[in-house]
């Protein structure tokens, strides 16, 4: 058992806390927001994430897991640190490091003992250094402090599922005593555990979600050219996938990447680059590319219902992927009030995230939780999100709450077949729609 701090209970603290605790060790959350950790104390759950409530509620039952705003005692009682603050962008695109710094601060002025400190949050390149130079420069006592850098690669919506059972674990330091301690905690989480210099586990980070964000953007800018060619870019994508080369993953056309990572980290790649003296322009496309698939989707759907004004469209799905609450850089964050701006009134509807969307968009739209009360008067439909129950819809019954003719503009290319036959006008990402073909290509499988 060891006894682990997780500074900072955002997503990514609470995850990593939690899983923590789960095998077996003493954790403590913290967090300077004291109404979050009066929630997670009185047993509720600041973000939706699937199965996260249940190892919280057992963890702290069992006394493994706790939550406290009093950072100092937490970091006197822990031999271990994780600091996982967020890292927002900055006005220039690079990641901002003052809660960073605050932290390294903090346990400047708390060090009672060696401590191991390890850095989660998403950081630039040469932090992991800088951090614990800062504290060794102003630590009250000359105790020991082994920096290590282990980022994580959780997704949102699976990521319990994915921190039980980890591709990698990354660590990188230049302590041997802090390596052992940080792998033996992944023992029974990570398929493989992989050690690298600090500098080299920050930049995994950086060039792993950059790269995923390249294949998106990839397969829309693809998918623009299979439009004005008559090509298929699901097809593309299946034929692509079957090289092993390629994979099947991350190629999914549609309205572009969103969340708390892939437009953040692409951009604060960037800013590396550039701090170094280099360009870095096959990032700036992958970064144009998905904000331009956000203005294209509102061409579409502007021309399908030919022209916005006095229209309503029904926005299926609002945050910025299915199974999450979260609405951070999410595409329905730009579509609706552009299509406010083309006179359109919009009703949307998300399963979940209606009140951080409402934060975020107030009165730019009405919001539903059903979708048949979305659809009904609505021209068009939109999905943004390919939540299950959108999936699982009865489009024939949507349609028929609607005004006729009506569009319906898949974002996602995610309909099910029943779609097709519903009578709606269908505009998709990278394929234009023909229900021969289409009917054709699901009976072939
Ligand atoms: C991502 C990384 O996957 C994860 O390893 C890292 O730790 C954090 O960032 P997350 O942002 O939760 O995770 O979601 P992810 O499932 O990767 O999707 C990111 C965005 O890309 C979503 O908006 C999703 O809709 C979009 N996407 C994903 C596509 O548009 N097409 C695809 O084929 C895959």
Redesign the pocket.
Known sequence: MKRIAVIGTGY?GLVTGTIFAHTGNRVVCCDVDARKIDQLQAGHMPIFEPGLSDIVETSVREERLSFSTDLTAAIQEADILYIAVGTPMSAKGDADMTYINRVAMTIAEAINSPKIVVIKS?VPVGTGHRVGQLIREHRAAPHEVAMVSN?????????VK?ALAMERAVIGTSSEVAYKEIASLHETLAKTIMRTSIESAEMI?YA??AF??T??SF??DIASICEATGADVSDI?RGMGLDPRIGH??????????????PK?TKALMRIAETNGMRFPLMNAVIETNERMRRSIVDKVNNAANGLQGKTVAVFGLA???D?N?MR???ALDIIPALREHGATVKAYDPIAIPEAREVLGSRASYHTSLYEAAKGADVILVL??WKDILQADYHRLYALMNHPAVLVDG?NCLPDMAYSAGFDIRQVGRNYEPHTLAKAASSG
Do not use: H, M, W, Y
Request: proline share 6%; hydrophobic share 35%; glycine share 10%.
């Open positions: 990514v998403t980022p994580e690669f959780l997704r949102e919506g699976t990521a994915d980070k792993s979600n995923l964000a294949k998106i397969i829309n994508a993953q991350f190629l999914k056309a549609g309205v572009g990447f969103g969340g708390s990572c892939f980290d910025f992927k299915p999450t979260d850089d999410a595409p999100t390919e996602r």
